[in-house]
């Protein structure tokens, strides 16, 4: 090989490895740099002592993991995850079979029973896998859920008498799961005052104090500058005065009107709902309220919080027939998260197609007289130029794009001065 080649191919082999390492330093710096998914969940360990004859004795204090998400919504169910660790077994089973687990909670999943765990060979080791249970979460609870585990039952089930009872080692341990929706201050039952407006027929209405339990429920997510739903349910409580009508409230096309406070992520102040209202057909004491969707859009990222608002009974909410005004202060605060819209940005309008015009033929009589220096046995090549250029902008006969012919032109020369360059170098050594 020539010394100029083995120059080319010395820079040729250099190249070639400063790619290589910056596509591995590229690689690391991406692996580095993306952040790990965060676990969302709570988690707590819990240490249990087990009897029986299927795990070994040396074997017999496991530490279970109880896992559950970050945040759950009162009158839901949500997935807890109870991890069995790996085991080991008092005596390898003859043939391969699966591990039962069935696990003694509080409060009790709605799921209860044994549940199939991990595959067991004919090994004494039995690896480590999770069963899920549904918790269920009653209406209106707040703060959070305490879980507690009380027992656990393993077993095998080719040999269900073959089985461990394990205990936890502390029985007040507990696995506390938040409530996403409220933050657990201020009270749900709201002291509305209640009176006719001002000019109503009903002269001898007394107002009244009336106790109402509201409970909001957010949407479990929200995007901004879209509507977000949140329900509004009330029940009349038994401490307060007695919720009644005036004399001449409408018997038809009635409707409850719940108005409920917002601030944060450039929520409205105030947003209200309706409902279709009955009457009671007996009296004017009302017992039940209906449930009410109240709708807010927030216009930014953030978290939105909510309070109860004032109810107004009637046809209109301007011009009700009876109007609850509840307080402003003191109480419970619910709250949602907002976060980026993931609407699509408007595609830009398409651009304008013009309607293609007929093609008209033109025959027309050429005559070609041949150059004298040119065989007549040559094909001549004509070229014709349209008297207009075409809608596209090229010329109406102009073929191919130029431009690749330049590049590929372009490309030749400085091919060519590189050989020209090569062969004058080994020109002048030799």
């Known amino acids: 090989m020539s010394q100029v080649g083995r120059r080319l191919a010395q820079k040729t082999s250099a190249l070639g490895l400063m790619g290589t390492l910056v596509v591995f330093v590229c690689s690391i710096f991406f692996v580095v740099s993306t952040p790990s998914t965060a676990s969302a969940a709570v988690q707590k360990q819990f240490a249990f002592t087990c009897n029986g004859s299927l795990l070994a004795q040396t074997a017999r204090s496991i530490t279970v993991t109880l896992s559950a998400p970050d945040s759950v919504t009162a009158g839901q169910a949500f997935d807890l995850s109870v991890g069995i660790p790996t085991l080991t077994l008092a ?4 043939a391969a079979t699966k591990l039962q687990v069935e696990a003694t909670l509080t409060p009790t999943p709605q799921d209860s029973g044994a549940k199939e765990g991990a595959d067991v060979t004919t090994s004494t080791t039995v690896p480590a896998k999770a069963v899920v249970y549904k918790i269920p979460v009653a209406t209106g609870t707040t703060g959070k859920v305490s879980v ?4 656990l039952e393993l077993s095998l089930l080719s040999t269900p008498s073959t089985s461990a009872t394990c205990t936890p080692t502390s029985s007040t341990e507990v696995l506390e799961v938040p409530i996403g929706n409220s933050d ?11 009176d006719v407006p001002t000019g109503s027929t009903d002269t001898s209405y007394e107002a009244r104090e009336v106790d109402i339990k509201v409970v909001l429920t957010p949407p479990s997510s929200a995007t901004a500058n879209a509507d977000a739903s949140i329900t509004w349910t009330g029940t009349i409580q038994s401490t307060g005065d007695t919720l009644t009508l005036p004399t001449g409230f409408p018997t038809t096309g009635a ?6 406070k917002a601030s944060g992520a450039g929520a409205p102040s105030t947003a209200t709902g309706e409902a279709t209202f009955t009457p009671p057909t007996t009296g004017n004491t009302v017992t039940t309220l209906p449930t009410v969707t109240i709708k807010v859009k927030p216009t930014t990222t953030g978290t939105v919080k909510l309070t109860a608002g004032d109810l107004a009974f009637g046809t209109s909410s301007t011009s009700p027939a009876l109007k609850c005004t509840a307080p402003t202060t003191g109480l419970k605060e619910y709250s949602f998260t907002v976060s980026n819209s993931t609407t699509s940005p408007t595609p830009s309008p398409s651009p304008t197609t013009t309607t293609p015009r007929p ?3 033109h025959t027309a009589t050429v005559t070609i007289t041949p150059s004298a220096t040119r065989s007549t046995s040559t094909p001549t090549r004509n070229s014709q130029t349209p008297k207009a250029g075409a809608d596209t902008g090229a010329g109406g006969m102009a073929g191919p794009d130029g431009r690749l012919f330049i590049l590929t032109g372009t490309a030749l020369v400085a091919a060519a001065a590189i050989g020209g360059l090569v062969l004058r170098r080994r020109s002048i050594r030799s």
């Not at 005596?91 to 003859?94: E, F, W």
């Not at 657990?184 to 209640?194: A, E, N, R, W």
Request: proline residues 7%; positive net charge; hydrophobic residues 30%.
């Open 91 to 94: 005596q390898a089973p003859a």
């Open 359 to 361: 093609t008209q033929t």
């Open 255 to 260: 409707k409850m009107f719940a108005t409920i």
């Open 148 to 151: 507690r585990p009380t027992q």
């Open 184 to 194: 657990d201050t201020g009270t749900d039952v709201v002291k509305y005052s209640c």
